[in-house]
């Protein structure tokens, strides 16, 4: 069985520019999403509380939120949490002395509002320094990864695939954060971990496809690069659409059954592995041939030992 | 000829795979709920005790699977959690809870086989396990306030003792430093002078006003300072979690002056939050040799003392006046004395060294008790939900004056060097110097824990067998080898998790493995798809299956080599959960290459290889 069967090379480098203009909207349109309605930033960045709790019957959220601001936490947010019987009770952080009391004060508060047993399920508590620290690690985080991208390809094979793989990846991760911004999504450290193996995931399926630009240079001598390009893109299409497939097909399965906790994790990847299909086969070529790549560039072969060739394979 | 593979190769990768399978089984034997009983205090539960114990559990009507003693605790398993919960309630009604703490475990049931070869389960994550994660932060500005302002004192002494007039001494904790205000350009130099014979590590500046003189300390002594106090909470810490009757708790330094505190299976976050707050002090006290201890301990107490005892339960009678107290302890260490006696070395404060110089004045020749005191919950609830602190004291030790004491002193004639060890660690844990604060929590019940593990093992499982159907469907008997090729590399990455120590499964760990399910296909797609191409171009199957995975290799190895970097990355950066997303996903990397590259390539060499064949089946 095939996806695709292709006599020739598909003229994708026609699409160049409706794809980079569609990009470039799409970034803009993030970029403006994410300064006008910004991010949902979950616990883990911005510091506060949350408590999870279980309870035996359906729990009613006016009376706990009736309870909560008699107990002195009238700003309190009170939602259910993956079904009626499980609440979650979200707390900002506030000047107090003592942050780290405010669960022990929510469970005993919460423990008045009714006769069924009520289970602590979850407490976290993130200080707002803590908070501080972890967006500014996170933020650390995908820089360095993008950087090392950028070296790491621009070492293997050349600067402009390298700012063009960087481009893409950028624009896989800005558009997901758009994303996150337009429905309002939490943005917790499972989501950036989400980005950041986003990140992973793109780059793999942009170096697949860059690799065999490069050794479609070498193998068509005298196409003009676009035409290299879409004979390169084309011979991987298959790969790229059934590696896709599988991924998306399992993080189906994660979204639909790994529980509320991963819910916005599998989201971020879902959505994002799309993207970073799509721009893996459009964006990141696209940008490349627009810098100017050509068969001079990537001739002579960069090192003579090309990884895996003439060596024996690992046993 | 082409494509064929010399025995050792298929040997190796068999034993790989073999190997991961042990080391992988013992996650397949489930976890027996289990009572830990300690003695506190370093001591040990006797073979009397565990006989005792297992006695009771059986006329309470709960069958132990055992009961062993191993290491100077009891290991008790049992059933169900359940009866785990019941035996808790009969052990400590059997033993009490001051000199014995039990605590709810979860111990694996590897078979002995397997534990003699070292395999051992995953190590889970709270996530997944219920517990509480705190990370402490320590106040290192009153470590080092404190210090000055004990500097402060030290100086007004140290400068009348070298005969320089001041005019004042006061601390300017704002620029850590101390200010000395002086009347004459020769009194600067002389307390300068007076002042740096005494400590290499102060630092002299000029003052902006006349004849006034700036000491700080230098960034050596700041940083000694900040490791002390990090030091002596992580200490103090670690005895208190012991105390709460925690398994397997985890008590570890993070950066310059942070701690992370993992209680598994800890259910009460609230009782622990009270126990690790709480604070331990130290008192010094005369004992009362006139009064008599006989009817002390019958009831009538000499009037301005009180009755105390130490660990083994022997009484001393103590004044009720306190000579000093813990907080003006800045050291504590344990050495040797001149005859090779085990001792413990005590610096106190300026004002404390006034105290206790005043105290022992006339007090040479008695003994002095050190009575440590530390607060406990108890079962009782306060209005809000936590429970009522306990004050315990106990006697750790006595000993005679032997002459006044001033600043520093030292205790002698202490049993052995353990217990001077012992004593110096309670005399510092006495006296906190830096307050800790929780600056993040995260607890999970019990419950969440195990729907954690199963939602993950579902999604983990549909994952794989949607997977395994479309690589056959799309891929036939090819799609079969990848699919061997899944499975095996799910038996690594779970072989590889049990044998490193440090690895441990999250939930996040197990999406990473879900994920490493669909990415892990992605090799074998990139080498069948080159095959087909190959075939396309009419090359022999042979030439095809050869050129395929060479060619598909320098693909793989540049596409995931930059993946790794990105986990990496993750690891580097990531706490708790995303660091266990980033173990499975830099190992999931690693091993898909393997069972790809080297795994399906002997098979398909195995089925086809070095044969005349026409076509593929793929």
């Given at each position: 069985m095939r996806i695709f069967r292709f006599q020739q090379a598909i003229n994708f480098m026609r699409f160049k520019w409706p794809a980079l203009m569609l990009s470039a909207l799409l970034v803009l349109g993030s970029l403006g999403l994410l300064a006008v309605k910004g991010i949902n930033w979950g616990l883990d960045f911005t510091g506060g509380t949350v408590i999870e709790a279980g309870f035996?019957?359906?729990?009613d959220l006016s009376q706990i939120r009736t309870v909560l601001a008699e107990s002195g936490y009238p700003d309190a947010v009170v939602q259910y949490f993956g079904s009626s019987q499980d609440v979650a009770i979200r707390i900002a952080p506030r000047d107090?002395?003592?942050?780290?009391r405010i669960s022990n004060e929510i469970m005993a508060a919460l423990a008045?509002?009714?006769?069924s047993q009520i289970e602590m399920r979850r407490i976290e508590f993130v200080g707002p320094s803590v908070g501080a620290e972890l967006r500014e690690q996170g933020g650390l985080a995908m820089l360095v990864a993008l950087l090392g991208i950028l070296l790491y390809v621009g070492m293997r094979f050349e600067w402009r695939l390298s700012l063009g793989a960087v481009l893409a990846l950028g624009h896989d991760v800005i558009i997901t954060l758009g994303l996150f911004s337009l429905l309002q999504l939490e943005f917790d450290l499972t989501v950036l971990a989400a980005i950041l193996a986003l990140i992973g995931y793109s780059i793999n399926d942009t170096i697949v496809v860059f690799d065999r630009i490069r050794e479609s240079f070498r193998k068509l001598r005298d196409s003009t690069p676009e035409e290299t390009v879409n004979d390169a893109v084309t011979s991987t299409l298959n790969r790229t659409v059934v590696t896709s497939l599988t991924t998306i097909i399992v993080l189906i399965v994660l979204f639909t059954?790994?529980?509320?906790?991963?819910h916005n994790f599998a989201t971020a990847l879902l959505f994002g592995i799309a993207i970073g299909t799509y721009s893996s086969v459009f964006v990141a070529s696209g940008i490349a041939v627009q810098l100017g790549l050509n068969r001079e560039d990537m001739?002579?072969?960069?090192?003579?030992?090309?990884?895996?060739?003439?060596t024996e394979p690992l046993l | 000829m082409l494509n064929q593979n010399p025995l050792w190769r298929y040997l190796l990768v068999v034993g790989v795979l073999l190997l991961a399978l042990v080391y992988a089984m013992p996650n397949l034997y489930p976890e027996d709920p289990a009572l830990n009983i300690n003695a506190t205090r370093g001591g040990a539960v006797s073979e009397t005790t565990r006989q005792q114990l297992e006695q009771s559990f059986v006329s309470a009507g709960i069958t132990p699977k055992a009961v062993t003693l191993e290491a100077g605790q009891v290991l008790a398993r049992f059933a169900s959690a359940e009866d785990q919960l019941r035996a808790r309630q009969v052990a400590t009604e059997l033993l009490g809870n001051v000199n014995y703490v039990t605590a709810l475990n979860l111990v694996p049931t590897t078979p002995d086989w397997l534990a003699a070869i070292g395999a051992s389960p995953m190590k889970l994550g709270l996530d997944l396990r219920g517990g509480v994660h705190f990370l402490m932060a320590v106040d290192m500005k009153a470590a080092l306030d404190k210090n000055i302002n004990d500097l402060t004192q030290a100086f007004r002494a140290d400068l009348r003792e070298a005969r320089v007039r001041y005019r004042s001494v006061t601390a300017d904790t704002e620029r850590g430093q101390v200010q000395i205000l002086l009347r004459s350009a020769e009194d600067v130099a002389a307390a300068r002078a007076a002042l740096a014979r005494l400590d290499r590590e102060y630092v002299f500046t000029d003052g902006a006003a006349e004849f006034s003189l700036n000491v700080s300390l230098s960034e050596n002594r700041i940083r000694e300072i900040r490791e002390y106090a990090l030091n002596q909470n992580i200490t103090i810490i670690r005895n208190r979690v012991n105390e709460i009757g925690v398994a397997e708790p985890l008590v570890q330094r993070q950066g310059a002056d942070r701690i992370i505190v993992q209680l598994p299976g800890v259910q009460d976050p609230a009782q622990a939050k009270e126990i690790l707050g709480a604070t331990a002090t130290l008192e010094f006290r005369l004992v009362d040799?006139?009064?008599?201890l006989a009817a002390a301990l019958n009831g009538r107490l000499p009037p301005g003392s009180s009755l105390y005892y130490d660990r083994n339960g022997q009484p001393y009678l103590l004044?009720?006046?306190?000579?000093?107290?813990?907080?003006?302890?800045t050291n504590a260490s344990s050495s040797y004395d001149e005859y090779g006696q085990p001792q413990v070395n005590i610096s106190l404060d300026a004002q404390g060294g006034n105290q206790l110089s005043q105290a022992t004045r006339d007090s040479i020749g008695r003994r002095m008790a050190t009575v440590f005191i530390e607060y406990k919950p108890g079962e009782e609830l306060q209005a809000d939900g936590t429970p009522v602190l306990i004050k315990q004291e106990e006697v750790i030790n006595a000993a005679t004056i032997q002459a006044r004491l001033g600043r520093s002193f030292r205790i002698t004639g202490i049993g052995n060097p353990a217990e001077a060890q012992n004593l110096a660690l309670l005399l510092r844990a006495g006296a906190l110097i830096a307050p800790t604060q929780i600056i993040e929590e995260r607890t999970i019940g019990p419950s969440l824990g195990q729907e954690n593990i199963d939602l993950g093992m579902t999604a983990i499982m549909w994952g794989m067998v949607v997977v395994l159907v479309f690589m056959v469907i799309y891929y036939k008997v090819f799609g079969l080898i990848a699919n061997v090729a899944l499975v095996a590399n799910l038996v690594l990455i779970v072989g590889i998790m049990s044998m490193i120590p440090g690895a441990t499964l999250t939930l996040p760990g197990m999406a990473g493995i879900v994920l490493t399910v669909g990415m892990a296909v992605d090799a074998n797609v990139l080498i069948f798809e080159r095959i087909r191409e190959e075939l396309a171009e009419g090359r022999s199957v042979q030439q095809a299956i050869h050129q395929g995975y060479d060619r598909a290799f320098a693909t793989i190895a540049d596409s995931n080599i930059t993946t790794l970097l990105v986990a990496l990355i993750l690891f580097g950066i990531g706490t708790g959960p995303v660091k266990g997303f980033a173990i499975t996903l830099a190992i999931g990397i690693l091993t898909s290459i393997f069972t790809a590259v080297v795994g399906t390539r002997l098979l398909v060499n195995l089925f086809w290889g070095g044969r005349r064949v026409q076509s593929l089946p793929m």
């Open positions: 035996s019957q359906s729990a107090g002395v003592e942050q780290s008045k509002t009714s006769d059954m790994g529980g509320a906790l991963i001739l002579p072969p960069p090192p003579p030992e090309k990884e895996g060739e003439g | 040799d006139q009064g008599d004044e009720n006046r306190i000579m000093l107290t813990g907080e003006h302890i």
